[in-house]
């Protein structure tokens, strides 16, 4: 394939995934599940020059911070500005995936499926349109890794210290966003250290830039754990015995296995489309499997429905009901597509491990003959599955256990996707024939890209509505301390009312009906509630905003509900503070 028709394809993913940003339509002027803490640490950094935590972001988010802070200095405080800031890291991550691709001997149209099926999928969608640390920590990570490659392929040793220095600097920015990614700068050179190991001076120059890539981050660990609003980091012992524990460590690796499954369906799927090239008894083998898989989830659909883990993959889109707002939500995923979902990844993912088989078993070699003769044939792919493959694995296993202490997300496995979907991919085209099409994969990722567009779209609707609700009772004299909108607005109101968030039980069991966020937000005293649904303990509506979707149902409604007792006299405008709260509801009548 020539350069023009490779960089039509690379074109034409930046134009993909432009549009994809563009349909989403990310204009609010308030928070998008995290983002509105890291907005408010980018506002103080401009107005103070220091970095300050406010007691719920955990992550260290320095890079992200300051480039924050200067676009507020030279903008202005917007939401919408600092959102696009986080565009060139959702483009820069689909286009370092598809020159590794084309690197490790991807062509161009499936190293563009890859990259597409990274950046497209319902999870990725939604990070690429926050300001949040996750994207720019995981764009960052895989600019380190295509550094680590080029320093390991370069010819001079000059030219390789340089791309290694690249990986070192990025890696570090990538770390300190989020400190899981300080593992990827030492585990990336140190790959190249051993492949280039003949070279004496380069790979002393390689342990070098180690101790200071570890020296760096243990500073910068140690400077962030010292900051007011960070919270201690402690493991909490799950059933206080061994097997509690082992069932949580077990469960969890289960949950983010089959999630990552999930997010590489667009190039596993491509293995289930050749299933008729297995050997007889493998493919009994697949078949088998995929039909107990079935069996299970007839008697038991609730167990394998996909999608698994959340938060930003879900039946309900992004989100589940009650977890950023109170009220319910559509299911927009019907049961049976669910079940048909998680089918297709168990056949598609046993189909591939059948593959596997069958590739380890087909040779007559030994084993030392064939690594000796993969390696030869395959250097550039083996070096990059040499550098890439600890870091995932110790990725993979932090995060496991990380979950006696924190909940999981699936955007946590987003982060980290692109590299075993090169590895698969690669497996894939290193099998495939003249005759092998990728025209599943592209289905997949099309469905994939429309559903998260869709769905992420739908979710800035319904916080534009949800604001709308807000400014209307704050209009009615209400003070935010007296409403409670979900999530994003009620920590930017005890931001607003306190500068940090605290941890007060007490906050929690004093409001009228349960919300978890509740127990963050003491400053918030809510007599009137902006929900999706009504809510039975409370009291009567104040008002009905109409708005409109994509998805079913298209026409909803915003709903102001007051709380089952009055609005107290405290809730007053200080401008006006002969203002009756209580008169709310007769004046909105």
Not at 86 to 98: D, H, I
Not at 320 to 343: D, F, N, T, W
Not at 375 to 401: C, E, I, Q, R, S
Request: proline share 6%; net charge positive; hydrophobic share 50%.
């Amino acid at each position: 394939m020539g350069k023009n028709s490779s960089a039509l394809w690379l074109v034409t993913c930046v134009i993909v995934t432009l549009l994809a940003v563009i349909l989403v339509h990310p204009v609010l002027d308030s928070g998008f599940n995290d983002d509105w803490s890291y907005v408010r640490m980018a506002e103080r950094f401009a107005n103070t020059g220091h970095i300050t935590y406010d007691g719920w972001t955990q992550p260290m988010g320095v890079p992200l911070t300051v480039i924050g802070g200067i676009l507020v200095r030279l903008f202005g405080f917007s939401y919408l500005v600092l959102r696009l800031s986080v565009l060139p890291f959702f483009l820069g991550s689909m286009v370092m995936v598809w020159l590794i691709g084309r690197r490790i001997g991807l062509p161009a149209s499936l190293a563009s499926l890859v990259s597409l099926s990274v950046v497209l999928s319902p999870v990725a969608i939604p990070l690429g349109v926050a300001f949040s640390t996750d994207l720019p920590a995981a764009a960052l990570t895989i600019l380190a890794a295509y550094c680590a490659m080029r320093g390991e392929a370069a010819e001079k040793q000059g030219t390789a210290m340089a791309w290694l220095c690249g990986a070192a600097v990025t890696g570090i920015l990538a770390g300190m966003n989020r400190q899981i990614f300080w593992a990827a700068p030492p585990i990336l050179i140190g790959a190249v250290a051993y492949l280039r190991r003949g070279e004496r001076s380069f790979a002393l120059g390689a342990i070098a830039l180690i101790v200071v890539t570890v020296a760096i981050s243990t500073v910068a660990m140690e400077w962030h754990a010292r900051q007011p609003g960070i919270r201690e980091n402690s493991i909490e012992i799950i059933n206080a015995h061994g097997l509690g524990i082992a069932k949580k460590l077990v469960k969890e690796t289960v949950q983010l296995g089959r999630t990552l499954l999930l997010l590489m369906l667009p190039i596993l799927v491509l293995f289930l489309a050749r299933a008729g090239a297995l050997r007889r008894k493998i493919l009994f083998a697949v078949a088998g499997f995929t039909i107990l898989f079935g069996v299970v989830g007839y008697f038991r659909p609730h167990v394998i429905r996909a999608p698994w883990m959340g938060n930003l993959f879900t039946e309900f889109g992004p989100f589940y009901p009650r977890e950023v707002m109170l009220g319910l939500k559509p299911s927009l995923i019907p049961h049976a597509v669910q079940v048909l979902l998680a089918l297709l990844v168990c056949a598609s993912a046993a189909s591939a491990t059948g593959f596997a088989w069958q590739f380890a078993t087909s040779s007559q070699e030994s084993i030392r003959q064939r690594l000796d003769r993969e390696w030869n044939d395959h250097k550039t792919f083996w070096a990059f599955a040499l550098a890439t493959v600890p870091f995932f694995l110790l990725y993979f296993g932090m995060l496991v256990f990380r979950s006696l202490s924190f909940a999981n997300f699936d955007r946590y496995m987003a982060a980290i996707v692109a590299f075993p979907a090169l590895f698969v991919a690669w497996f894939w085209h290193r099998l495939a024939t003249a005759r092998s099409s990728a025209i599943a994969g592209w289905i997949v990722v099309a469905l994939f890209a429309a559903f998260g567009t869709a769905a992420t779209h739908d979710i800035f609707a319904v916080y534009r509505a949800r604001l709308a609700a807000a400014d209307w009772v704050t209009a009615h004299e209400v003070p935010r301390r007296c409403l409670t909108a979900g999530y994003e607005y009620d920590g930017d109101t005890q931001l607003l009312a306190q500068g940090t968030l605290v941890d007060d039980l007490a906050s929690l069991n004093s409001k009228a009906i349960d919300f978890w966020f509740f127990e963050w937000t003491p400053a918030i005293q809510p007599c009137m509630y902006v929900v999706l649904t009504p809510e039975p303990k409370l009291g009567p509506f104040a008002t009905k905003l109409p708005y409109s979707t994509w998805l079913s149902p298209r026409q909803r409604v915003m709903l102001v509900q007051r709380g089952p007792q009055p609005c107290p006299a405290s809730c007053t405008r200080p401008q006006d503070p002969g203002y009756h709260a209580g008169n709310l509801m007769e004046q909105s009548h």
